[in-house]
């Protein structure tokens, strides 16, 4: 934790700062801060020292790390309490998960630099390569029954959404229920799962796992979804900080539910302006089978209202469509 303290420090300082005043401002040793510093200078920071005068943190925009010591410049110390940074993991989630289980607070945070079985709706794979996007989970704990908790995966799309443009001033579009699309390719995955009493049959906890193409490269993506998936490098030509991308949208997911749900109508009103289902012509899926559909409108609720080929009118609260119809 010192080498994120003073990696912390020297990037929030435009000029030399002694050792002897991180020292004292973070209570170790000068040896400690000397080993800190040789540390990220392993992790390939460019980190001058000059004698009686301290050290200097040099720019280089090619270091793009996901790390407590990045999110210590964007986020205050007290909120990254409850934020776990990971090199590697399996799934933020299924982490996520045992942490929930063993009392992790409401708002706990997981983020990993990359993922070997990151997971999608439906129990695809989720692609997380290592370096290049953000693929984070968030423990909540709302007091609520399972039937009115489907609507937060739609707030967290609005979140995120807000937190990509706040950052890159780019505008995700959202595909229903949760996809975030940018040139009406894929950029974000939402999966929500959800834990419940036996007893009471009440909400134990809801764990909400996003991933997001940051800075890959087209040359990133595999063939089979080249024309589905895209990064907003790909789509914008420019490098996104991963740090300060994760720290936004960790303080919107932190506004999301001090609002959720009493103010329903202003997530409504971002879902329905960003939406691009409405009026196309889509794929309701459901298990192994699919059904031709027309997307209608964007209920109160979240729900999507639709027309089946048959003039059959549903509203589906979850669930899976596709623009891409089958013959």
Not at 125 to 145: A, E, M, N
Not at 238 to 260: F, G, P, Y
Not at 309 to 315: K, Q, R
Request: glycine share 8%; charged share 25%; aromatic share 6%.
């Amino acid at each position: 934790m010192t080498k994120e303290k003073v990696l912390a420090i020297l990037k929030q300082n435009e000029s030399f700062i002694s050792g002897e005043k991180i020292s004292a401002g973070l209570g170790v040793s000068r040896m400690a801060v000397s080993s800190a510093v040789k540390a990220l200078r392993n992790d390939g920071y460019d980190i001058i020292s000059v004698t009686n005068k301290g050290y200097l943190l040099q720019d280089n925009p090619l270091i793009d790390k996901l790390t407590t010591g990045e999110l210590m410049s964007y986020l205050p110390e007290e909120r990254l309490e409850n934020v776990l940074c990971l090199d590697v993991t399996d799934s933020t989630n299924t982490k996520l998960r045992e942490l929930a289980f063993d009392n992790a607070p409401a708002g706990y945070v997981v983020i990993a630099n990359q993922q070997t079985n990151g997971r999608g709706r439906r129990g695809r794979s989720f692609l997380s390569p290592k370096d290049t996007g953000i693929y984070l989970s968030i423990l909540l704990r709302p007091d609520c029954l399972p039937h009115e908790c489907p609507t937060i995966t739609a707030w967290t799309a609005v979140a995120v959404s807000n937190a990509i443009q706040k950052v890159t001033g780019v505008s995700p579009s959202i595909k229903w229920v949760n996809d975030l699309l940018l040139n009406e390719k894929k950029i974000c995955g939402i999966l929500s799962e959800l834990s419940v009493e036996s007893e009471g049959g009440h909400v134990q906890h809801i764990i909400v796992g996003i991933g997001i193409n940051v800075n890959e490269s087209e040359e990133d993506f595999p063939d089979e979804i080249k024309n589905i998936g895209t990064s907003i490098y790909a789509e914008t030509g420019k490098k996104t900080s991963r740090a300060q991308l994760a720290a936004a949208v960790i303080n919107e997911l932190d506004t999301m539910m001090e609002k959720w749900p009493q103010e329903r109508d202003q997530y409504l009103e971002q879902y329905r302006k960003r939406n691009i289902t409405i009026g196309k012509d889509i794929q309701v899926i459901s298990g192994n089978s699919s059904q031709n559909a027309k997307a209608l409108e964007i209920n109160e609720d979240f729900s999507l209202k639709v027309m089946y080929e048959d003039g059959t009118i549903a509203h589906l609260s979850s669930g899976e469509v596709s623009t891409r119809l089958s013959p």
